[in-house]
């Protein structure tokens, strides 16, 4: 391999590894966003269920 060569084989090594970690950021983005969405609908169907519950003993009374 002359130099040129070794050159633009690093510079697509380097190219591969800046995707790895793009790839690897949205990764952890997506996993954060999803991980927030679950527990806000969490909050939300318990939330639902103290008012219901509580509708439900008002009504009882």
Do not use: C, F, P, W
């Not at 939330?47 to 009504?59: G, I, L, T, V």
């Amino acid at each position: 391999m002359n130099i040129t060569q070794v050159r633009e084989h690093l510079h697509r090594l380097i190219d591969e590894v800046d995707d790895i970690y793009v790839l690897n950021g949205l990764y952890r983005n997506l996993l954060s966003d999803k991980r927030q969405r679950e527990e806000y609908e969490r909050e939300q169907a318990e939330k639902a269920k103290r008012q219901n519950s509580s509708a439900n003993r008002r009504s009882n009374s």
